[in-house]
């Protein structure tokens, strides 16, 4: 399974544009890029996904590169609620989606 | 709508014993999914279906087993629990297709001492 890169942990301001990170240079032209949340002490959310193109949806919008090895979920007016552990997960259509341990993000007021 | 429920929300078991993680959710989904996490960690995959009848095993299978004779529900089986089954359990479902979108329940959280 192609892999993902995600920095451990991130801080940002309540109310301030959130730019989460992810890394997939492995990544196939058939892999789906997707994005869940968890928040603390509840099973995962599903937040968004997309193949190629930039993806836009009310929770937020996912900017894919053009050579598709990396993507940024952006999360436009970050509030206290949006703290959670963001994972960034490549899948083929129909297979399982794998987790890995995610981006911690603090929102502070 | 309940979505995926989970039963029990928590559990102790001692060392050996066993017991049924119960899933189950009403929106005729056809896979569904097993994961654990433990403490700090993102989540394992342990069992999936694509279909009553159907199941595969996942990253963690050791220790487990699962029963699809329905499509609402996906019961997930410890047998001989030991202390590093000790975890929170999730069940989650989504439809066919290319559409990826997965529905988790709230947990299980499971120790075994």
């Known amino acids: 399974d192609a892999k993902t890169t995600q920095p451990n942990s991130m801080e940002s301001n309540e109310e301030e544009p959130v730019h989460l990170p992810c890394n997939h240079s492995?990544?196939?032209?058939?892999?789906?890029i997707h994005w869940y949340r968890q928040l603390p002490s509840q099973g995962p959310e599903y937040v968004i996904h997309?193949?190629?193109s930039n993806v836009n949806n009310r929770m937020a919008s996912l900017a894919i590169a053009e050579d598709r090895k990396s993507s940024t979920l952006i999360l436009h007016r970050a509030t206290l609620r949006d703290a959670a552990v963001y994972y960034c997960?490549?899948?083929?259509?129909?297979?399982?989606?794998?987790f890995g341990k995610g981006t911690t993000l603090s929102v502070s007021s | 709508n309940a979505g995926v429920t989970q039963t029990p929300k928590f559990r102790i078991l001692k060392i050996g014993q066993s017991m049924t993680l119960q899933c189950t959710q009403d929106m005729n989904h056809n896979y569904m999914y097993w994961y654990r996490q433990d403490p700090g960690m993102g989540l394992k995959l342990i069992y999936y279906?694509?279909?009553?009848?159907?199941?595969d095993k996942g990253e963690v299978p050791n220790g487990y087993n699962v029963s699809r004779s329905t499509t609402e529900d996906f019961p997930l089986r410890l047998e001989l629990a030991a202390p590093s089954q000790t975890s929170v359990y999730f069940c989650a479902s989504r439809t066919g297709g290319e559409y990826e979108k997965l529905f988790f329940g709230s947990g299980t959280q499971l120790s075994v001492l």
């Open positions: 492995t990544i196939s032209g058939t892999d789906y």
């Open positions: 279906s694509v279909g009553a009848g159907i199941t």
């Open positions: 997309g193949l190629t």
């Open positions: 997960i490549l899948s083929q259509a129909g297979t399982a989606l794998i």
